[in-house]
């Protein structure tokens, strides 16, 4: 059985994978993974492979074990796995409660590799990893301090894991755009005040598109647009200091 495992499906960029994938290849199943049971559902009239919806919250060590469990039984061949579940605070860090910045770092960093783990037995050459990061992946980022170090840590983990699967035909990429509407920004954004400049939007379709195009080609990393491919170029050459600098005068905080 040939299936599709995509994270954090029920809205942004997740939905936006099953919908292009499900359009761009044929598939026995798609495994779809999101807290809300409900958004799943929903679907299933938008695809044409067969779902099966899996409800779970991968912060959770119950949730693994039964996706392992899962895996166990069924003994799927899992053609690509998406990793896009995850979630970002906006707010100083001295200010953000404890609590949502660990969740944090359990969901974007440890729930991706431990779903990349289970993943792997399953998968053979010609399989695909498609983990989602950030432009933040490439730059310290005060105020999404925990954030973008969360995504910096997707980027070197998947670079990594590519060079590692590479002899056994797995190939492994980050998608790091810049800023895309989603839902994301309705837990993100808690205190309007705190980030206030953004330069500019994409929509997760052209984001998602560009991310399959580059997998295609055989990249490592998709970055959408021009502006943002400069923005990592710039970021690369310019030292870290005068980056972050740059970033609190554009947001109208002390440097």
């Not at 960029?13 to 919908?19: D, I, K, S, T």
């Amino acid at each position: 059985m040939k299936i599709a495992l995509i994270t954090g499906a029920s809205s942004g960029m997740g939905r936006e994978f099953v919908l292009q994938l499900d359009a761009a290849e044929p598939f026995d199943e798609i495994w779809v993974v999101a807290r809300r049971a409900e958004r799943l559902e929903e679907l299933r009239s938008l695809v044409r492979a067969p779902l099966r919806c899996l409800p779970m919250d991968l912060t959770a060590e119950e949730s693994l074990v039964q996706l392992k469990k899962l895996l166990e039984e069924e003994k799927p061949e899992i053609s690509i796995l998406i990793n896009a579940s995850g979630f970002g605070i906006f707010q100083s860090f001295a200010e953000a409660p404890l609590e949502g910045q660990l969740k944090m770092i359990d969901l974007n960093d440890k729930g991706l590799v431990a779903v990349t783990y289970l993943a792997l037995p399953y998968m053979r050459r010609g399989s695909r990893i498609v983990n989602m990061g950030s432009l933040s992946s490439f730059q310290p980022v005060p105020y999404i301090n925990v954030y973008g170090a969360s995504k910096a840590f997707v980027l070197s983990f998947t670079r990594a894991l590519g060079a590692e699967l590479k002899p056994r035909g797995i190939r492994a990429m980050a998608v790091c755009p810049g800023w895309v509407r989603t839902e994301f920004f309705d837990t993100a954004v808690t205190d309007p005040k705190v980030v206030t400049y953004y330069n500019r939007f994409y929509d997760a379709p052209e984001v998602v598109r560009r991310a399959l195009r580059d997998l295609r080609r055989g990249r490592d990393v998709s970055v959408c647009g021009f502006p943002v491919r400069a923005q990592v170029l710039l970021v690369k050459l310019l030292p870290h200091r005068l980056v972050m600098r740059i970033w609190c005068r554009q947001q109208g905080k002390p440097v």
